[in-house]
């Protein structure tokens, strides 16, 4: 009895644009470089995954490295921001609110935050008379 289904695929020869890089000259696609790095793959990682050296990577593609790296990073704001302002996670806030407004939850020493000085003068002045001399002043 013979099997049915689907005939194994056989490979055949196309073509894609990219750089030739390594010495089997082979072809890495600069757009995909950078979704990996975009995707947080390191340059081991996407050197690993072409089949050249890191280095080659890293000499040939820095730049499309270095944008991939800053859209992930885009991309962690943006989600970090709408877990903090559209689902209200106070932990994000509270780390954003660390990060990019420079707040503390510890107290800065300083003139803004020392305690009023004490002043003991013979010029006390008692509550009832002060409101006294507003009531006189009124009239």
Known sequence: MKKTGPKPKELTEGSILGLPVGRNKKIVPPDQVQELAALGCSNCD????????????????????????EE??????RAMMKNAVVNMNAAVQIFLAKNILGMSSEPID??????????????????????????????
């Open 110 to 139: 300083g003139e803004a935050n020392a305690p009023l000085p004490w002043n003991e003068s013979d010029n006390t002045v008692e509550i009832e008379e002060y409101s006294e001399e507003i009531e006189h002043e009124e009239d």
């Open 72 to 77: 992930l990073k885009i991309t962690l704001r």
């Open 46 to 69: 996407i050197a690993n995954f072409y089949g050249v050296t890191e280095q080659t990577i890293r000499y040939n593609f820095s730049e499309y490295i270095i944008k991939g790296k």
